[in-house]
């Protein structure tokens, strides 16, 4: 390596001028490479990095030098240096600055934003998250599918659907692939999944709520109970939590992130109890209430602090919280409880499902109890009307879990161009 000639090319992170010799640190997406210029050997070269602006692209052509004082343990004297494109000044925002910058800021420049290593790191985990996914999925007999974004009727109820024009008809964004995956188990393909955007109507500003954001859905046919998939859910989590460990050692160095390795099987929490428990912890709440954020949070508190876990389910929802949910199952012997489970990580929800129910009489009574009109579904239930196993699934939020996995205070810190209510650009 040492007295080879190279070629690199980045962005001119830093620049020191010492009088007769000048360091300028260039970044790519691997790291800094520091590029040396003595003003004796070449004048013409050393007044040129003078002017360059921090930011500027520009491709350097030199000889490897080994130096201890350098970052990487090597530097490169330059023979050439051409400028691609320069940079204005001043820059709005600071790449390498001490000063820290508001979030907004650096959504509003995000472009600046990801030149930050430590920035960069999250999507890069994020990348061996959903790899680490793909290939557990896929290992148990899985295909990958895609379905519509664009669709005539919503999975989870209509206020929280975005409304589109669709040539001369109302159509809208899809909040989940959940009545086409749930067809798809009436066609052999007994064992999806699909990682792709779904969108939600909600105007939350909260930490952990955003309009548009990566699912991962699953879903698969020939079940017993939800406890087939509360299996599928935990190994994936246990999964892609070694895939990213083994996989982005650098990354979470560089974030100082480290992921602990789960015990299995993951406890299990009846929504009865769960309420006691943080009752218990002073949160206002009853039997029937949706947990929420507040009792989410508490019960997070109180898992890791007694039982010493980060990961969990809570099961046995009752029938009036999954009501708008019209395609729960629910106990033959008691209907006013669920199958329905959420997989709670450190206090926060990043996984919902539960076993469907799949005898097409009581699936239309549910969905009359909801009020929805069945000619909308037409295309849904056709599929239970003409052989439909026992079959289940759930949403997981990829960026959630990602937040999670490293201790982000803000969901859209794991979102390349977050959209929210009150942000639609850049």
């Known amino acids: 390596m040492f007295g080879k000639q190279v070629t690199v090319g980045g962005w001119v992170q830093d620049l020191r001028n010492l009088g007769g ?3 300028l640190q260039l970044r790519d997406r691997d790291g800094v490479t520091q590029i040396t210029t003595l003003k004796k050997r070449s004048k013409e070269l050393f007044d040129l990095v003078a002017s360059i602006q921090r930011e500027s692209v520009i491709l350097v052509t030199g000889t490897v030098k080994e130096s201890k004082e350098a970052r990487a343990g090597f530097e490169i004297i330059p023979e050439r240096i051409d400028i691609l494109n320069k940079a204005e000044a001043p820059l709005p925002l600071g790449v390498i600055d001490k000063v820290g910058a508001d979030l907004d800021t650096r959504l509003n420049n995000r472009f600046l934003d990801l030149r930050k290593e430590e920035v960069r790191a999250i999507f890069q985990v994020e990348a061996k998250t959903t790899e680490g996914i793909r ?18 009727a919503g999975a989870e109820g209509g206020s929280t659907l975005f409304s589109v024009k669709y040539f001369d008809r109302n159509a809208y964004l899809a909040q989940s692939p959940q009545l086409y995956k749930q067809n798809l188990m009436a066609t052999g393909l007994d064992r999806v999944f699909e990682i792709a955007p779904a969108y939600r109507a909600e105007a939350s500003d909260t930490i952990r709520h955003i309009a548009e954001f990566i699912s991962l859905d699953v879903e698969l046919a020939f079940i017993e109970s939800s406890e087939d998939i509360m299996a599928v859910a935990e190994g994936i989590v246990v999964n892609s939590l070694d895939y990213v460990r083994e996989n982005a050692r650098t990354e979470l160095e560089r974030l100082g992130a480290k992921i602990e390795k789960p015990s299995v099987p993951f406890p299990r929490v009846k929504y009865r109890d769960a309420i006691e428990m943080v009752k218990a912890e002073g949160v206002n709440i009853e039997h029937g209430d949706d947990l929420g954020t507040e009792g989410e949070k508490s019960l997070g508190e109180v898992m890791k602090r007694d039982k010493k876990v980060e990961l969990y389910f809570i099961t046995e929802f009752p029938t009036s919280l999954k009501r708008g949910t019209f395609y729960a199952k629910r106990f033959d012997d008691d209907p006013e409880t669920t199958g329905y489970f959420d ?3 450190k206090g ?7 076993q469907r129910e799949h005898r097409y009489d009581v699936l239309t009574e549910q969905m009359r109890e909801n009020n929805l ?16 196993p026992p079959h289940g699934g759930f949403g997981f939020g990829v960026e959630r879990y990602v937040q999670k996995m490293l201790d982000l205070p803000n969901i859209r810190e794991a979102v390349l161009f977050p959209r929210d209510r009150s942000r639609l650009v850049p």
């Not at 290939?135 to 669709?151: A, D």
């Not at 926060?348 to 539960?354: A, D, L, P």
């Not at 009109?373 to 003409?386: T, V």
């Open 135 to 152: 290939r557990y999925l896929t290992s148990e007999g899985f295909v990958e599918v895609h379905t519509p974004k664009i669709v005539a």
């Open 373 to 388: 009109n069945l000619e909308s579904f037409d295309f849904y239930l056709k599929g239970f009307r003409y052989g439909m």
């Open 343 to 345: 997989l709670d990580y």
């Open 21 to 23: 010799i000048s360091f």
């Open 348 to 354: 926060q929800e990043i996984v919902s499902g539960g």
